[in-house]
C-alpha cells in the first residue's frame, strides 16, 4: 500500500476528461490506506460542489446504516474506508427522470482507475453499493435479494477478496425500506460490522 501511488492516480482522476458525456467535476474521496473498498456508482448533481462522494441525502442515509452498524460516524468512516466509485463523474440527468445511469463504455473507462486502487490498496472486503456497482463487483445483474445480507468470496481484479453487498441508500428506492429487503440490509450491515477488516480499519 502506498499513500503516494493513491495521490498521483487522484491527480490523474482530477485531470481525467474521457467520457463526452459525462459532467465534472470528478469526485473522488481523499487518499486513505484502507483494507475496505467501498465502491458506489456514480456522484449525484450536488457532489461535484462538495468534492466528495455521498455527500447530499443518499449519503446520509447510508452514514447512517453504517453509524448504527458499526458506531463509527460519518467522519471517522470517510478518515479510514476508501470511497470509489463505477464512475467518477455525474452521468447527468435521465430523460425520464432521476440521473443516467453511466453506460457500459463509461464504466469501462473509470474501471481502469479501480483495478488500479485495487492493486494499491489490495483490500480484503469490498462493499459494493447498489445495482451497478453490485455487477461491477460481482457481475451480478439478478435481484438484489440474491445478493444483499451474503458474505461472498469473490476474485476482484486479480484479488481474493470478501464482498458485502449493500442497496444504493437512495430516497427513490423503497427496496431497502420494504421486506425482505430490510432484513437482508440489516444481515449485510451486521455481516460488515463483524468484518475483521471492518474492525481492523475502523480501529
Ligand atoms: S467517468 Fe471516469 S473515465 Fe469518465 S471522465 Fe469521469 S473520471 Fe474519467
Redesign the pocket.
Known amino acids: 500500500m502506498s499513500i503516494k501511488r493513491l495521490q498521483v492516480l487522484h491527480r490523474e ?1 482530477d485531470a ?4 463526452p458525456d ?1 459532467i ?1 467535476p ?1 469526485v473522488h474521496g481523499p487518499a486513505v490506506l484502507s483494507p475496505v473498498l467501498l465502491v458506489g456508482q ?1 456522484p449525484g448533481p450536488r457532489e461535484g460542489s462538495f468534492g466528495k462522494p455521498f455527500a447530499w441525502t443518499a449519503g446520509k442515509t447510508l452514514f447512517r446504516w453504517l453509524e448504527e452498524a458499526t458506531g463509527a460516524n460519518e467522519e471517522l468512516v470517510r478518515e479510514r474506508v476508501y470511497f470509489a466509485a463505477a ?3 455525474f452521468p447527468g440527468k435521465a430523460k425520464g427522470g432521476g440521473d443516467r445511469r ?1 453506460s457500459p463504455e ?1 464504466v469501462g ?2 474501471r ?2 479501480l483495478e488500479r486502487e485495487v492493486a494499491i490498496l489490495e483490500p480484503q472486503l469490498v462493499l459494493p453499493v447498489g445495482t451497478l456497482a453490485i455487477a461491477e463487483v460481482l457481475g451480478h445483474t439478478g435481484p438484489l435479494s440474491e445478493v444483499v445480507g451474503q458474505k461472498r468470496a469473490s476474485r476482484y481484479h486479480g484479488r481474493q477478496v470478501d464482498v458485502i453487498a449493500l442497496p444504493h441508500p437512495s430516497g427513490a428506492s423503497t427496496w431497502h425500506r420494504t421486506e425482505p429487503g430490510k432484513t437482508l440490509l440489516a444481515r449485510a450491515l451486521s455481516t460488515l460490522a463483524r468484518h475483521p477488516a471492518m474492525k481492523k480499519a475502523l480501529g
Open positions: 482522476l481525467c476528461r474521457a467520457c459525462m465534472g470528478v456514480a464512475a467518477r463523474c453511466p463509461e473507462r473509470c481502469t482507475y
